[in-house]
């Protein structure tokens, strides 16, 4: 049985773990805050891209460029968007295990898959296991840009021009709110202008383009590939920040559960040692007379 002594400092290291966890709690709730706001700014500008390359696509055919070229899927990318740090639920565990179901599986049918992996978390996941790692680009998510995200971009675009990838995929965490994420698998390459204007904008009318339409192609659809790539990663890292504070919110609660129920062990002990003496003190007495 425990004595006080040990009751007592377990009670006092519950208490500086509760917080602990309080205030990581208030951190990830900031972060957050900041998350979803630079996913609001970018979110407007993704779409209008998105909105530009329908338009160009309906009228230069889906052949025009080499990053709308549909082909046979030999050689695919898996692009997964884990976190640098842990201490937040399953957020990881739930990319990696769809990232790994994916390759083992067969999923896109694909003859090779080669994973690229964004964050710590994927690294030290998949370099335990038989997997062929392409790439991996830490320290993405502690300070996300678009730069960074262009860098790595442009080296997936530049491969996949060559002929060394068919497709590439993105497997992240979509942020639907603080306390629910959900996994997805996405296709980066080669870009799905789809059937329908997106927003449902355009009339049908002709534009003319300066200088021309493969030209604003050659920009517009490596820029669309870069701005997916950083709002995947700020996506990820919103609901990284929610799934912390999800966590560190249950283990506050969890540990005031314990300290609670410590305490209420503390008491009983306590009591029983002050009866235990009490009768030593009336048996000693008893035994003077």
Same mark, same amino acid.
């Given at each position: 049985?425990?004595?006080?002594?040990?009751?007592?400092?377990?009670i006092e290291s519950t208490k500086s773990t509760k917080k602990i966890?309080?205030?990581?709690?208030?951190?990830?709730?900031?972060?957050?805050?900041?998350?979803?706001?630079?996913?609001?700014?970018?979110?407007?500008?993704?779409?209008?891209?998105?909105?530009?390359?329908?338009?160009?696509?309906?009228?230069?055919?889906?052949?025009?460029?080499?990053?709308?070229?549909? =082909? &046979? #899927?030999?050689?695919?990318? @898996?692009?997964?968007? +884990?976190?640098? /740090?842990?201490?937040?639920? %399953?957020?990881?565990?739930?990319?990696?295990?769809?990232?790994?179901?994916?390759?083992?599986?067969?999923?896109?049918?694909?003859?090779?898959?080669?994973?690229?992996?964004?964050?710590?978390?994927?690294?030290?996941?998949?370099?335990?296991?038989?997997?062929?790692? =392409? &790439? #991996?680009?830490?320290?993405? @998510?502690?300070?996300? +840009?678009?730069? /960074?995200?262009?860098?790595? %971009?442009?080296?997936?675009?530049?491969?996949?021009?060559?002929?060394?990838?068919?497709?590439?995929?993105?497997?992240?965490?979509?942020?639907?709110?603080?306390?629910?994420?959900?996994?997805?698998?996405?296709?980066?390459?080669?870009?799905?202008?789809?059937?329908?204007?997106?927003?449902?904008?355009?009339?049908?009318?002709?534009?003319?383009?300066?200088?021309?339409?493969?030209?604003?192609?050659?920009?517009?659809?490596?820029?669309?590939?870069?701005?997916?790539?950083?709002?995947?990663?700020?996506?990820?890292?919103?609901?990284?920040?929610?799934?912390?504070?999800?966590?560190?919110?249950n283990a506050t609660k969890n540990a005031g559960d314990m300290i609670?129920?410590?305490?209420?062990?503390?008491?009983?002990?306590?009591?029983?040692?002050?009866?235990?003496?009490?009768?030593?003190?009336?048996?000693?007495?008893?035994?003077?007379?």
């Amino acid at each position: 049985m425990a004595t006080l002594k040990q009751i007592r400092r377990r009670i006092e290291s519950t208490k500086s773990t509760k917080k602990i966890t309080r205030a990581m709690k208030l951190v990830a709730a900031a972060k957050l805050r900041r998350a979803q706001e630079n996913m609001e700014r970018a979110k407007p500008y993704a779409n209008r891209i998105k909105d530009v390359i329908y338009d160009l696509a309906m009228h230069t055919g889906r052949e025009e460029h080499p990053l709308l070229q549909v =082909r &046979k #899927e030999d050689k695919a990318l @898996l692009i997964v968007v +884990t976190s640098d /740090r842990g201490l937040c639920g %399953g957020f990881n565990s739930n990319i990696n295990r769809r990232a790994e179901k994916y390759v083992n599986t067969g999923e896109g049918g694909h003859q090779e898959v080669s994973l690229a992996l964004i964050g710590k978390k994927g690294r030290d996941y998949f370099r335990r296991r038989d997997v062929d790692i =392409r &790439k #991996e680009y830490m320290d993405v @998510l502690s300070e996300p +840009t678009l730069e /960074r995200a262009a860098d790595i %971009g442009q080296e997936i675009i530049a491969e996949y021009i060559d002929g060394g990838l068919d497709a590439a995929y993105i497997v992240y965490n979509e942020f639907k709110s603080a306390v629910s994420q959900k996994v997805v698998v996405e296709k980066l390459l080669p870009i799905d202008p789809g059937d329908e204007d997106p927003n449902g904008e355009t009339d049908g009318s002709e534009f003319e383009y300066e200088p021309s339409m493969a030209a604003i192609l050659e920009s517009v659809l490596p820029l669309y590939v870069n701005v997916r790539l950083y709002f995947a990663v700020l996506e990820s890292l919103a609901a990284e920040m929610g799934a912390r504070m999800t966590a560190m919110e249950n283990a506050t609660k969890n540990a005031g559960d314990m300290i609670r129920s410590l305490t209420l062990k503390f008491n009983k002990a306590r009591q029983a040692a002050i009866t235990t003496e009490m009768l030593e003190i009336v048996g000693g007495a008893e035994a003077l007379k």
